[in-house]
């Protein structure tokens, strides 16, 4: 092995340490969001790790007109699309996989209710379209702005705010049971 691959290794290179801290800081969201195009968990796995090695490579040429959250997330949902067009994929049967919520302090009995109805909720949510589905997770599951949708999605403020509704509409049904009380 050469010195020059060694010093590409060297775990001190910043550049690594940024993507390592990117992966900390947005890995589960960029999952959650893929898993939303792709409706399986490893495959979304995958692809998430297709995004960070993509940002490792092409991190000198990110220009800072978004913020680096808004980049992963339009590269990740560039990867599904491109993974949902590929031959392997359609030979494929899907088979749908639950996400795990995040690790409260809650005692076990509210951890537990959490979970239930987190379970609950995206399994309804991932029957939307991708159009409607993907406003909503990013909506109430990532926190994300209207804006900062519309910058991902590359879409009009006016039309995220229109696929919400209509997704909002479209879960109307599970609002009723109770099921969705914060939606």
């Known amino acids: 092995m050469s010195t020059e691959n060694i010093e590409n290794e060297d775990p001190r290179d910043p550049?690594?340490?940024?993507?390592?801290e990117l992966m900390i800081h947005y890995g589960d969201e960029l999952t959650i969001l893929a898993y939303s195009y792709v409706k399986n968990i490893e495959d979304a796995k995958d692809i998430v790790q297709?995004?960070?090695?993509?940002?490792?490579?092409?991190?000198?040429?990110?220009?800072?007109?978004?913020?680096?959250?808004?980049?992963?997330?339009?590269?990740?949902?560039?990867?599904?699309?491109?993974?949902?067009?590929?031959?392997l994929f359609k030979r494929i049967i899907l088979f749908g996989t639950n996400i795990e919520?995040?690790?409260?302090?809650?005692?076990?009995?509210?951890h537990l209710m959490d979970k239930?109805?987190?379970r609950s909720v995206l399994q309804e949510v991932m029957k939307l379209k991708v159009n409607y589905r993907e406003v909503i997770l990013m909506?109430?599951?990532?926190d994300l702005k209207i804006k900062e949708v519309?910058?991902?999605?590359?879409?009009?403020?006016?039309?995220?705010?229109?696929?919400?509704?209509?997704?909002?509409?479209?879960?109307t049904p599970l609002l009723e049971q109770g099921v969705l009380p914060y939606v």
């Open 15 to 20: 550049l690594k340490r940024e993507v390592e």
């Open 50 to 87: 297709n995004v960070f090695v993509t940002a490792y490579l092409q991190m000198g040429k990110f220009r800072g007109e978004s913020t680096i959250k808004t980049w992963l997330y339009r590269v990740t949902i560039n990867k599904c699309k491109d993974y949902l067009k590929s031959a």
């Open 101 to 110: 919520p995040k690790q409260t302090g809650n005692s076990a009995e509210e």
């Open 116 to 118: 239930e109805f987190a």
């Open 139 to 142: 909506t109430y599951f990532q």
């Open 150 to 171: 519309a910058i991902i999605l590359n879409l009009p403020e006016a039309t995220v705010r229109s696929r919400l509704q209509r997704a909002k509409k479209q879960l």
